[in-house]
Antibody, heavy 119, light 108 residues
Framework: QITLKESGPTLVKPTQTLTLTCTFSGFSLSTSGVGVGWIRQPPGKALEWLALIYWDDDKRYSPSLKSRLTITKDTSKNQVVLTMTNMDPVDTATYYC???????????WGQGTLVTVSS | EIVLTQSPGTLSLSPGERATLSCRASQSVSSSYLAWYQQKPGQAPRLLIYGASSRATGIPDRFSGSGSGTDFTLTISRLEPEDFAVYYCQQYGSSPQTFGPGTKVDIK
């Protein structure tokens, strides 16, 4: 059974750095073709793709947020970490992590975690 | 960056009717790496279709996907009450792996 779960702060202040952890089970991020990505969704709005890390440590970022994002993996712990610097109220959103199967799109998702940016 | 446009924005239909949702890409989608997701309020998205036309595991056969290049379609042959939701397309063949703005299917 494949599961993913996001964890991190629910409230951050403007200018702070957000660190989110995706802890997964049921698959390995050392398997060829597999990746774990982050997607966010502001309240009432559409999904926005943020970043993706592949089994071979190849990393991809949204161009509009690239300067603020860092994605890393710890294969031994089955975790992927996303950091986002200089948080702003417009970054308030539910943040999801998802497994990117080789050719399947994002076939498994975490439940999401709501992050509010406010002073 | 590939920009995805979905139409219509809202589709008002009755249970039993056929739903046809469109997703258009600003440039050709690599290897037909186009997915469709369903999202209900308070829930994470669920993968319905990948590779433009392949149903994900456990997805009923009333859901079908078609298209290639820049034009893609999701069809729900007969709407069930649980199908009223928001549907997103996503291209995952090139980075950034963009999503469309969504189509809301609501009850007429």
């Amino acid at each position: 059974q494949i599961t993913l779960k996001e964890s991190g702060p629910t409230l951050v202040k403007p200018t702070q750095t957000l660190t989110l952890t995706c802890t997964f089970s049921g698959f390995s991020l050392s398997t060829s073709g597999v990746g774990v990505g982050w997607i966010r969704q502001p309240p009432g709005k559409a999904l926005e793709w943020l970043a993706l890390i592949y089994w071979d440590d190849d990393k991809r970022y949204s161009p509009s947020l690239k300067s603020r994002l860092t994605i890393t993996k710890d294969t031994s712990k089955n975790q992927v970490v996303l950091t986002m610097t200089n948080m702003d109220p417009v970054d308030t959103a539910t943040y999801y992590c998802g497994r990117r199967g080789y050719s399947y799109g994002y076939d498994y998702w975490g439940q999401g975690t709501l992050v509010t940016v406010s002073s | 960056e590939i920009v995805l446009t979905q139409s219509p924005g809202t589709l008002s239909l009755s249970p039993g009717e056929r739903a046809t949702l469109s997703c258009r890409a600003s440039q050709s989608v690599s290897s037909s790496y186009l997915a469709w997701y369903q999202q209900k309020p308070g829930q994470a998205p669920r993968l319905l279709i990948y590779g433009a036309s392949s149903r994900a595991t456990g997805i009923p056969d009333r859901f079908s996907g078609s298209g290639s290049g820049t034009d893609f379609t999701l069809t729900i042959s007969r709407l069930e009450p649980e199908d009223f939701a928001v549907y997103y397309c996503q291209q995952y063949g090139s980075s950034p792996q963009t999503f469309g703005p969504g189509t809301k299917v609501d009850i007429k």
